[in-house]
């Protein structure tokens, strides 16, 4: 056998620069998408803001902002009355200036702690706790990046800190979180509780009251007790301080709202997205005889790059606004009378009508929002499979999933209903739907099974 390269022709698809631009314009979301600009802003001279074309447009919109909020003046949801009320009081209301987990740690610290050394090992432990409050470094790796040398010093901060409020703050685990806040309140007179936590959280998450009695050695009903004590102490010491990521905000793609008329109307959201131009000035220096070659190609390359660009963000303005209009169209029922209103819809409905690929309807609805009378909700929101309905049209599996959450909410907490029963609630209204199916879509809701719902 000999080696020996041979030379072969092949067909291969391979995207022009022009569409590879235009998809990854479509697929960034909002934000991005002004930071793109701005990018390409100082890359290419040639390109600049239109000033007159987006202030025009922004008087558009903070016209329809000014029509949407008399409005909603004029015809409220709730009474003038309560409006009126929640306003007063949130003028009466102090303003407070919200308190970080950090920030009160580090305050309870430096009043326990003075010693330099177990200060600065403190501070380091706080610095590296998660947005629940938990510490995900072991002590030994604590030690070894301060340089410390005997970790028993970190291990005793440690166990300092974990004793302030909130209790259990800074654990590793779940289940050091709620020994250390069971020893502070029960000052170590709770065996019970404590064998309970270390050996049987999984059988009392299942309620196998019977097998950690008998392990235990105890009644049924002291175990009910201590079921009832755990699930009274706190699994995620920050949840009452302000998150971590508070200041994110979502920026809507598309606004929908109505006219005078009550008619939905579809707006782009070009808030931060500038109008963009090429400058007036390199084009008349094209027209200039004594540029040199090298000149003229520079600038006609970056025009070119200018169009493109700029034609990127037009064709995603109005992809997005032709799915939304759609949308729109279809969903109708659903801006009118909520979730449970909502109809199946799937991306080969939508890129048959606007004659586009799936795979372009997909990138162009990833990570896009849009602004409805129902709240903001990602796009992704609308689609939906569709279940079958005897006499008439299919349901979307999203409508199945409020109507099942709203039985479960209405029932009888003392009798849970089975997935079963459901099932047989479904079929009354005539729908079938398999039991697997309404225990799938349970477990998708973080519902627990009947046995485990039942007081």
């Not at 314009?25 to 001279?45: F, G, H, R, T």
């Amino acid at each position: 056998m000999k080696i020996k390269l041979t030379p072969q022709q092949i067909q291969k698809p391979i995207l022009a620069p022009s569409m590879q631009q235009s998809i990854e314009v479509l697929m960034l979301p909002l934000a991005e998408l002004s930071i793109n600009i701005e990018k390409e802003l100082q890359e290419n001279p040639l390109l600049e803001i239109d000033e007159e074309k987006t202030a025009k447009e922004q008087q558009q919109i903070d016209q329809i902002v000014n029509f949407n909020l008399r409005n909603a003046i004029e015809n409220p949801r709730g009474s003038t009355k309560d409006i009126t009320e929640e306003d007063h009081e949130l003028e009466e209301r102090p303003i407070t200036k919200a308190t970080t987990l950090e920030e009160d740690l580090l305050r309870q610290l430096r009043i326990e702690i003075t010693a330099p050394l177990t200060l600065k090992i403190g501070e380091f432990i706080v610095g590296n706790l998660d947005e629940n409050g938990y510490l995900n470094l072991t002590c030994e790796e604590i030690a070894q990046i301060l340089e410390v040398p005997d970790v028993t010093i970190v291990e005793e901060v440690l166990k300092t800190i974990q004793n302030f409020e909130p209790l259990g703050v800074a654990s590793r685990n779940l289940q050091e979180c709620l020994l250390t806040q069971v020893n502070y309140k029960f000052n170590g007179e709770s065996q019970l509780i404590v064998q309970t936590i270390i050996n049987h959280m999984e059988d009392l998450g299942h309620k196998r009251y019977h097998h950690i009695a008998k392990t235990l050695k105890t009644s049924i009903d002291r175990v009910k007790e201590i079921a009832k004590i755990i699930a009274a102490l706190e699994p995620n010491p920050a949840r009452n301080y302000r998150p971590i990521h508070a200041n994110i905000y979502i920026k809507p793609d598309v606004t929908i709202f109505t006219d005078e008329n009550g008619q939905y109307n579809i707006q782009i959201n070009r808030d931060s997205v500038p109008h963009l131009r090429i400058n007036s000035f390199y084009q008349q220096m094209l027209k200039q005889p004594n540029r040199t070659k090298e000149e003229t190609d520079f600038i006609r390359e970056k025009i070119k790059n200018a169009l493109l660009f700029m034609r990127s963000i037009e064709q995603r303005h109005q992809t997005i606004k032709e799915i939304a209009k759609y949308i729109v169209n279809h969903q109708k029922d659903f801006f009118e009378q909520g979730p449970v209103a909502l109809k199946p819809l799937i991306l080969k409905d939508i890129a048959q009508v606007i004659n586009r690929n799936e795979s372009t309807v997909c990138r162009a609805i990833n990570n896009k929002y849009m602004d409805t009378p129902q709240g903001l909700l990602p796009m992704k929101f609308f689609f939906s499979q569709s279940l079958p309905q005897e006499g008439s049209d299919a349901v979307s599996n999203r409508s199945i999933k409020e109507d099942l959450k709203t039985f479960i909410e209405e029932e009888d907490k003392n009798r849970p209903l089975s997935d079963q029963e459901i099932q047989q609630r479904f079929k009354n209204r005539g729908m079938t739907i398999a039991r697997r199916t309404i225990s799938k879509y349970r477990q998708t809701l973080h519902i627990q099974p009947s046995h485990l719902r039942k007081i």
